[in-house]
Antibody
Framework: VQLVQSGAEVKKPGESLKLSCQAS????????IAWVRQMPGKGLEWMGT????????RYSPPFEGLVTISSDRSIRTAYLQWSSLQASDTAIYYC?????????????WGQGTLVTVSS | SAALTQPPSLSVSPGQTATITCSGD??????VCWYQQKPGQSPFLVIF???RRPSGIPERFSGSSSGSTATLTISETQAMDEAVYYC?????????FGGGTKLTVL
């Protein structure tokens, strides 16, 4: 199992952003993929999850409406996007493989994408 | 509100046993897992479903659960075990992490 994330980003407040996470080594449609945020020097926060089989999504309440999680089965890729970034979005974002149910442990982690939002 | 509480830090000497707790009033009947994160690295799973070890995780790592507290035990702690450890639980609508415990091996 491997999850390869897109590279680091530096953005200005108000800009949009879409991160990617390409999966390999397992049946992509069958496992939920989640996104986890880690702000500088802080702990882990679950943002939401998607089932690539039918694109069903579930969001953590603090992140609902602020980010969009999507996926493209044809290229085995999940996405996390913002329409308008804020400085407080500065963090490392990890994509993680979950189970065949929406809420579970995470047995594989991407390398993380550092997002820096600064004017 | 739902929360998982971990001690912020723990120090042990090499060869000693490290015990890290994770408490949550509303999560006592839920499965817990544990992750290790070293500086500059992604977290990785060391215990899942309270007690199970993924392939490749040393037997020194073990998990247990009683009441509303889950415990990660590292026997014969080594310098390479120095890291931040996070517990995680989930229910039918959300996933929650503990705040993390920084384990220092002196």
């Amino acid at each position: 199992v491997q999850l390869v994330q897109s590279g680091a980003e530096v953005k200005k407040p108000g800009e949009s952003l879409k991160l990617s996470c390409q999966a390999s080594g397992y049946s992509f449609p069958l496992y939920w993929i989640a996104w986890v945020r880690q702000m500088p020097g802080k702990g882990l926060e679950w943002m939401g999850t998607i089932y690539p089989g039918d694109s069903e999504t579930r969001y953590s309440p603090p992140f609902e409406g602020l980010v969009t999680i999507s996926s493209d089965r044809s290229i085995r890729t999940a996405y996390l996007q913002w329409s308008s970034l804020q400085a407080s979005d500065t963090a490392i974002y990890y994509c993680v493989r979950s189970c065949t149910v929406p809420f579970c442990y995470f047995d594989s982690w991407g390398q993380g994408t550092l997002v820096t939002v600064s004017s | 509100s739902a929360a998982l509480t971990q001690p912020p830090s723990l120090s042990v000497s090499p060869g000693q046993t490290a015990t890290i707790t994770c408490s949550g009033d509303n999560w006592g009947d839920k499965n817990v897992c544990w992750y290790q994160q070293k500086p500059g690295q992604s977290p990785f799973l060391v215990i899942f479903e309270d007690t199970r070890r993924p392939s490749g995780i040393p037997e020194r790592f073990s998990g247990s659960s009683s009441g509303s507290t889950a415990t990660l035990t590292i026997s014969e702690t080594q310098a390479m075990d120095e890291a931040v450890y996070y517990c995680q639980a989930w229910d039918t609508s959300t996933v929650i992490f503990g705040g993390g415990t920084k384990l220092t091996v002196l």
